[in-house]
């Protein structure tokens, strides 16, 4: 099966069905940081790096940015997670379902990657009880994989699954 077919004939059958995310305006800016809603930020290898969601109370999408200061500042997105709503009709479980999730290789083993599923867990709307990624789907299976793990996530056919208990993060 393709990328999606499983979800898709879920939807589909009707045992699955999408949910919309509302927003206050209707968009969600992956291009340009909203300093608004910055919820992280450190300074690692002289650049600042800080991650932004795009909702505090129904996060749907992290983006980590990168910052470099001086006489020409830039800031850059290097990083995303990007999740749709789900909701099992059957059970009535709400979970996040990763759509897309990257690092750019320069910026990746700095803890960046796992700190992004953190905040998306402490800033997804309270009933959503899990964040699960399609296997099949799933590109890197080295690092994403141990995220998981550490994160007390585990397999369950062809998902792997974090359930979501909600706990403020140390992120020192």
């Known amino acids: 099966m393709n990328r999606n077919t499983k979800s898709n004939l879920a939807i589909a059958l009707g045992i699955l069905t999408p949910m919309l995310a509302s927003r206050s305006d209707g968009s969600r800016s992956r291009f340009s940081p909203n300093l608004d809603n910055v919820v992280y930020k ?17 996060a749907t999408y992290v983006a980590l940015w990168k910052q470099k200061s001086g006489p020409f500042e830039t800031t850059k997105r290097v990083g995303e997670l990007d999740f749709s709503k789900v909701e099992n009709l059957k059970t009535g479980d709400k979970y996040l379902k990763v759509e897309d999730a990257f690092i750019n290789k320069v910026d990746r083993h700095l803890g960046f990657g796992k700190k992004m599923y953190q905040i998306a867990m402490e800033y997804s709307h309270p009933t959503i009880t899990s964040i699960r990624s399609y296997l099949p789907d799933r590109l890197n299976k080295k690092q994403i994989p141990s995220i998981y793990k550490s994160l007390g996530g585990y397999e369950d056919e062809d998902w792997s699954i974090i359930p979501i208990t909600r706990v403020r993060w140390s992120y020192e």
Do not use: A, H, P
């Open 42 to 58: 450190t300074s690692k290898n002289w650049f600042t790096y800080f991650i932004t969601v795009d909702d505090k109370s129904d």
